[in-house]
């Protein structure tokens, strides 16, 4: 089955600054990567979302690449800012039903003021 | 807005009490999970459910069984709650196939078993 691999586990930045979470994925079907953020006491909410057949995918100060060939996928977020602090996850996904989403460990990323 | 509302925050239950999480979304979803939340382990996969009535096993279902008799409702059941229980449960819903394949989570519940 699909494992994700994800790091860093912890990330602290200062405010302004970009930050940049690393995913890897082992199954070659996988065909739809999102990413979401969980904030203190809530549940994860996504954020950003790319399919397999797009390498790039920019929301604002959030973006995903995805490298199919090497089998990795990134979150970048420029400007950070303090509300971005938070534990973000990617996952990776190869049917239509979710139903075999395998998430990664998440990041704690920490924006400093 | 979708809303996925879960009974409790924070649950504290006795070793080998029978424990009852239940889910409730608001926007018709078909498919509905619940999920094992632990620091270090992501999320992981308990049972899923693609329509009422209708079950799979997820990554992790020993220990667990679940009821859906409602299209808004999902229930994850823990027959006889262990120590190794102690987690947050994360209950989603998403629609069947295309094009949004968002899963819209609850708040969690914590639960602690001693």
């Known amino acids: 089955g699909e494992n994700v691999e994800q790091h860093p586990s912890t990330l602290s930045v200062q405010e302004g600054d970009s930050a940049v979470i690393k995913c890897t994925y082992s199954?070659?079907?996988?065909?739809?990567f999102p990413w979401y953020k969980q904030e203190l006491g809530k549940g994860p909410q996504l954020i950003i979302d790319?399919?397999?057949?797009?390498g790039e995918k920019k929301d604002q100060r959030i973006a995903v690449t995805l490298n199919k060939t090497a089998k990795h996928f990134s979150l970048h977020i420029t400007e950070t800012q303090p509300e971005d602090s938070a534990v973000y996850f990617c996952?990776?996904?190869?049917?239509?039903?979710?139903?075999?989403?395998?998430f990664g460990a998440g990041t704690r990323l920490t924006v400093k003021p | 807005d979708v809303k996925v509302t879960q009974s409790s925050r924070y649950l504290v239950k006795r070793t080998g009490e029978k424990v009852f999480l239940e889910c409730v979304q608001d926007?018709?979803?078909?498919?509905m999970f619940w999920y094992r939340q632990d620091p270090g382990l992501g999320l992981r996969l308990i049972y899923f459910?693609?329509?009422?009535?209708?079950?799979e096993k997820g990554d992790i279902p020993e220990g667990y069984s679940v009821s859906r008799e409602k299209k808004e409702r999902f229930s994850l059941i823990l027959e006889s709650a262990s120590t190794n229980q102690t987690s947050m449960y994360l209950c989603?819903?998403?629609?069947?196939?295309?094009?949004?394949?968002?899963?819209?989570f609850g708040p969690g519940t914590r639960l602690t078993v001693t």
């Open positions: 989603a819903s998403s629609p069947r196939g295309g094009p949004s394949y968002e899963q819209y």
């Open positions: 199954d070659s079907a996988s065909n739809y």
């Open positions: 790319i399919r397999s057949n797009v």
């Open positions: 996952a990776a996904s190869d049917n239509w039903d979710n139903n075999d989403m395998r």
């Open positions: 926007m018709d979803h078909e498919n």
């Open positions: 459910s693609y329509d009422v009535k209708m079950k």
